[in-house]
Structure formats: structure tokens, C-alpha cells
């Protein structure tokens, strides 16, 4: 193979990688904190019930429903559910930025415009940005 061909073929590689990535991490937090898109375990009867926690502010009826799923678990406890109670129904009622801010506050979302968590420490991105320099 001359080196073109394998340039090439290195190339499609890293942009298919790069796709799959993408498309891994749009899917897996589309639905996080905004109560418009579905999670992968919606059904209306879960829906409702978790609806009726928020409402009566019960987190050991949350925490059952959410069976340890997902970082919210980790992150949200006894103390600090009726911030996140209060978080959910902001966006419920159309207010996303108040409600991100409060789970920025909680740990949760997104931070500075990337996902917390995500980042490595090298200062290096893929150049996107719109950064200037």
C-alpha cells in the first residue's frame, strides 16, 4: 500500500472513531436535565411515580425508582434532593438555565460548557472552538 492509500485509510479511520464517539455521547446525555427528551428507562408509570416523589419531596421514594442508576444517584442524597427537586421542576416549567444552574451548584450537567468529568487536563481540544488564537 503506498503512503497516500495508507494515509487515507488512517484518516477514515480516526473520522469514523470520532463519529461513534459523538454519537455515544450525544445519545447518552441528550436527556439529562432536560425534561422534553425521554431517558432510556421512561415509561409513563415510572414518570409519574417520580413526579410524585419530586412533588412530596421524598427522596427514599426517588432513590428506589432510580435503582442506583446513573451518576445523579451518587451525586443527589437526603440533604440535597429539594435543591434537586426544585432543579427539575424549574426546567419542567421551561426554565433550563435556572435549572442548570442549580445542578451545576449539585455537580451535576454541564460546566462551562463541557461535560464535568470529560475533561483530561492537557488544555488540548480538537479544535473547535471559538477561541481566536
Known sequence: MNKTKKILLGLGTLALVIGISGAIVSSANAYKGNPTVKG??????RETAIEKAFSANDYTAWKALMQNQG???QVINKDNFAKFAEAHKLAENGD????QKIRQELGLGLKNGSLQGMKNGTGRGTGRGNCMN
Open 40 to 45: 432510556p428507562n421512561y415509561s409513563v408509570e
Open 71 to 73: 451518576r445523579v444517584t
Open 96 to 99: 433550563i438555565a435556572g435549572a
